[in-house]
């Protein structure tokens, strides 16, 4: 092997396994296996029963506490995944996306700031739920010269060595533990995004102070942004008009009510502007970029109104704090609001530690103060009746939309905002349904 088993050639005559459910299973197979390497592809199941290889590259969807991680890494493998290699093998061109929460759509938003300033970008094709995690696409721009932009979730920061030349982390909260065993897993796993960076590269987090931990792990230069105060270096806002400072001059960007996202999801705006003005775009490209601004599906998008009351798709906030950033934008005793979704994730239950139950019961009292009505669906139904009485039940979500758009009377809108997880066709028929006008 090479010194970096992840650099071209460095799997030469290494029995490399890949997970079957990544969804790049197959590519990666036959680029690994084009530079020597003694490729197989897997199933779990089959993993979980014999964790045996040189190495193995696992789906993002491989939680870190199961059977096949732990077996791998007790049997000395390298464990991986498609976004280690991405970050071995062009990480001075990478622009990583990280957080808890905005990390695509900051994504999404970055990638069209950059277009705008005529930087040359690569960015995965957009996954089931519009994520926009590593691809096959990628393996085909390693060794190319574009910048790459991509979103990287815990789950595939666990099995990461490599950082990004220019990390962004949007926010940091409890979330996700059935998948890491603990939050200081989840902590360690989301901290590979700055651990193997440089003097020369950049971090952007939030600056009121939750991502202090990342800034304390790497020698990066560090842009922040703000939604409340001015910064230093990078983005804020001012009296409703975004500004950002760079190079010790401000510039004047345009105006909050322009654009297509509200209340705290600005930050996501905000953190895409900082990280273009650490990869290179002008403030005065950026400012251009704003008019054309679009938000991937799902993450507060209105998809239809009924007797001239909204319906907002915000089904990807399939945790607590998501939901809670949707129900702040409403006004008291004014939405009519459908939550609801699965009990147990790819791990195991889902908000199930102390700290995630307190942002669950905290997401549902606000529900209790800004909804006048609540549909309430899925196997989250029987705890979500317990934290809202006097919710409505239905079986699925498409049930629990139908039953919410049947009667607006009184309603300023209908928001969809889980607060649990929900299969991706499931979204899928909420966003393209019909409605009634």
Wanted: contains cysteine; proline residues 6%; glycine residues 10%.
């Amino acid at each position: 092997m090479t010194t970096d088993p992840l650099a071209p050639g460095g799997l030469a005559g290494v029995d490399v396994v890949i997970e079957a459910t990544a969804p790049e299973a197959d590519p990666l197979s036959a680029f690994l296996a084009s530079e020597g390497a003694r490729t197989r592809i897997a199933a779990p199941a089959e993993l979980d029963r014999e964790p045996s290889a040189g190495a193995a590259f696992l789906d993002a969807w491989t939680p870190e506490v199961s059977a096949r991680v732990i077996g791998l890494r007790e049997h000395g493998a390298l464990v991986t995944c498609l976004a280690d290699l991405l970050l071995a093998r062009a990480a001075g061109r990478t622009i990583g996306v990280t957080g808890t929460a905005g990390k695509t759509t900051t994504t999404a938003l970055l990638d069209q700031l950059l277009r705008a300033a005529g930087i040359d970008v690569s960015l995965p094709e957009p996954g089931l739920s519009g994520n926009l995690w590593p691809d096959a696409t990628i393996l085909g721009v390693l060794g190319g010269s574009t910048r790459i932009v991509v979103e990287l979730t815990s789950s595939h920061l666990a099995f990461c060595r490599h950082s990004p030349e220019v990390a962004v982390v949007t926010s940091f909260w409890p979330d996700h533990i059935e998948l890491h065993g603990s939050i200081d897993a989840y902590r360690m796993a989301k901290g590979a995004i700055v651990r193997g960076q440089s003097a020369g590269s950049w971090l952007v987090v939030p600056a009121d102070g939750s991502c202090e931990d990342f800034v304390a792990a790497t020698p990066a230069s560090v842009a922040r942004f703000s939604i409340t105060d001015p910064v230093e270096r990078g983005a804020f806002v001012r009296g409703h008009r975004i500004v950002v400072r760079w190079q010790d001059e401000e510039h004047d960007l345009g105006g909050v009510d322009g654009l297509p996202l509200r209340g705290a999801c600005v930050a996501n705006v905000l953190a895409a502007c900082a990280a273009a003005l650490v990869s290179g775009a002008p403030p005065a490209a950026i400012a251009g970029g704003f008019r054309d601004l679009r938000v991937p599906p799902h993450r507060f998008v209105e998809i239809a109104r009924v007797d001239g009351v909204p319906v907002y798709d915000d089904s990807m906030a399939g945790t607590p704090a998501k939901a809670r950033a949707a129900l702040e934008l409403f006004g008291d005793d004014s939405i009519t609001l459908v939550a609801g979704g699965r009990m147990l994730g790819a791990a195991g239950p889902v908000h199930a530690t102390d700290d995630e139950r307190e942002l669950l019961e905290a997401a549902c009292a606000v529900a209790r103060r800004k909804a006048r009505r609540i549909v309430a669906f899925g196997d989250a139904a029987e705890r979500l009746t317990t934290l809202l009485p006097g919710c409505e039940v239905a079986a699925t979500l498409d049930a629990a939309v139908e039953l919410a758009v049947a009667d607006v009377t009184g309603t300023q809108a209908v928001l969809i905002t889980p607060m649990f997880p929900v299969a991706p066709d499931e979204r899928t028929r909420v966003a393209t349904r019909s409605f009634p006008s």
